[in-house]
């Protein structure tokens, strides 16, 4: 069974949330510790699903930093086209070598590759909320929003709009430049 579904799961949700004054709790990540980061949070709460209560566990993101992170991908991809030996830094294994010239040239490709894709507005991102009932603890949510920041009370706003059934996106698209980062 799923401990997510767990009624003595749930009623300890519910007590930590009550602790925290709160209808959500933030969950600790790994990369959350390398930087703060105010476009992204990690949260469990207490919601229904399918008439049953369950805790959702949701990542909730600005369009933002999910635009950033598509741009980013599809760069490298482009970069594994044109480099079929380069190994992307967060995916490399111990023994990997590269050398520095080679480094540098990757990294001026991506740049170069971000840049075109990013002026030519090849992605857009819309508002979004993607559930996955497989996941491994509860269900699992992925939230786009149209925020600056995601604060507390964004997600507080998010989650009592939610658990009312009253969510409504913005279905427009929008794109980004990395120049925007710098705001």
């Known amino acids: 069974m799923n401990p997510g579904f767990d009624p003595e799961e749930i009623a300890q949700l519910r007590r930590e949330c009550k602790a925290e ?16 980061n105010n476009e992204h949070a990690h949260v469990q709460f207490v919601g229904i699903y399918k008439n049953s209560e369950v805790i959702y566990d949701a990542l909730i993101y600005t369009l933002r930093l999910h635009h950033s992170t598509l741009v980013y991908d599809e760069a490298l991809e482009r970069l594994k086209k044109e480099m079929p030996n380069y190994i992307s830094q967060d995916e490399r294994p111990e023994n ?8 540098e ?7 170069e590759f971000i840049e075109e894709i990013e002026e030519n507005e090849e992605i857009t991102v819309r508002e979004h909320v993607e559930i996955d009932d497989k996941f491994e603890y509860g269900v699992g949510l992925e939230v786009g929003l ?3 920041e995601i604060t507390d009370k964004v997600i507080d706003e998010f989650i009592a709009v939610f658990n009312a059934g009253r969510v409504q996106l913005d279905p427009t698209l929008y794109s980004f430049t990395g120049s925007e980062e710098q705001d």
């Open 105 to 111: 040239d990757a990294e001026m490709l991506l740049t």
């Open 21 to 36: 004054r709160s209808n959500f709790i933030h969950v600790d990540d790994e990369f959350e510790e390398e930087e703060e």
């Open 96 to 103: 990997y070598k590269i050398s520095a010239e080679e480094e």
């Open 146 to 148: 149209n925020k600056t």
